[in-house]
């Protein structure tokens, strides 16, 4: 056809599975993952959160068998939460010795001391009123908190935490458990901050997991309003400037923009957190037999990481693990 016009044939690049893979330009790995884990107070409990098919509330005497899974899957990271018998006013579950997280802390460096353990570091899972900081005339006290978040970031170091991942949003947070956990001597310790934390309806399956709903209000006084931009790039500066040596952007899905804009503006690993309500939307359309679920994961995934995350926070990583290990 010679009076066919000049065009560019990119069609080449995808001619088959192979040349597809050899010029793919973002590639998954189970090096990119880090594993929540959610550790109950008991023994011999493992339950599933009803609103997370495939998550579940283990107990330490059953936690050994979840870390040898994830080992041998090849997930060297994961996240500790604490889902603890009490709770009072001032969270202290969060900072004890013997807290639920300190233990699990211990148990996985004991048994498995190459996983790195990323400690969440935040009181709402701990307070009996369900907030991320001290309660002062019904509303969060910001400096007021500090202190025991400081606290709680030394004592999961003491533990044996890898890394701290402060979640409370209180202005100032990174600075003062930088603070303590140097004059503790702890200066190694890296900080993963939830430097952009959104005030977001894709948390809720999550409270179902951590037992963490406010018993009145909601977290909007001190998590971003989802409609801010240019307030992420301001709360991320700050972060760094306090001394954070990772920023989280959650939730992800919805905040691709958010992620690419971090990444673009900052020079530390970003991090993606998968949340529980865009985990729980996908099993739920799932088991309805509405997508596939292995490509429409794969292809969100890959796309947080497109947007510019280094790192993935996500429920999925044991699913997507096994199905990389298959290829």
Not at 222 to 250: C, H, T, W
Not at 308 to 321: C, E, M, P, Q, W
Request: glycine share 6%; proline share 5%; with cysteine.
């Amino acid at each position: 056809m010679s009076n066919m016009p000049e065009f560019k044939r990119h069609r080449r690049l995808r001619s088959s599975a192979a040349m597809r893979s050899l010029v793919r330009e973002t590639k998954l790995s189970t090096d990119d993952f880090i594993y929540p884990l959610f550790i109950l107070e008991g023994t011999n409990i493992k339950n599933e959160v009803p609103s997370m098919p495939g998550v579940f509330q283990v107990t330490l005497d059953r936690l050994e068998d979840e870390l040898k899974e994830i080992h041998d899957l090849g997930i060297k990271a994961i996240m500790l939460f604490g889902v603890p018998n009490e709770k009072d006013e001032e969270g202290t579950g969060a900072y004890i010795p013997e807290g639920i997280v300190q233990q699990a802390t211990r148990k996985v460096k004991e048994t498995y001391p190459e996983i790195l353990v990323v400690a969440d570091t935040c009181l709402c899972e701990y307070t009996s009123h369900g907030h991320c900081g001290l309660i002062h005339n019904h509303d969060v006290d910001n400096d007021a908190s500090l202190p025991l978040l400081a606290k709680t970031a030394v004592s999961q170091a003491e533990a044996g935490a890898d890394i701290i991942a402060p979640s409370n949003m209180m202005d100032g947070f990174v600075s003062v458990i930088r603070n303590a956990l140097d004059e503790a001597g702890y200066t190694n310790i890296p900080i993963m901050s939830y430097a952009v934390k959104y005030a977001s309806a894709f948390y809720g399956p999550f409270r179902d997991a951590a037992d963490s709903t406010p018993q009145f209000g909601d977290r909007k006084t001190y998590q971003m309003d989802p409609a801010n931009r240019q307030e992420a790039l301001r709360e991320a500066e700050s972060d760094i400037a306090e001394g954070a040596d990772f920023l989280i952007v959650k939730p992800a899905l919805s905040y691709l923009d958010i992620v690419r804009d971090v990444k673009n503006t900052t020079n530390v690993p970003v991090v993606a957190y998968n949340v529980s309500g865009e985990y729980s939307m996908v099993k739920a359309a799932a088991l309805n037999g509405w997508i596939n679920e292995k490509e429409l994961v794969m292809e969100k995934l890959t796309s947080m990481k497109r947007a510019g995350a280094d790192l993935i926070i996500t429920y999925f990583a044991k699913d997507v693990a096994k199905w990389l290990n298959e290829k």
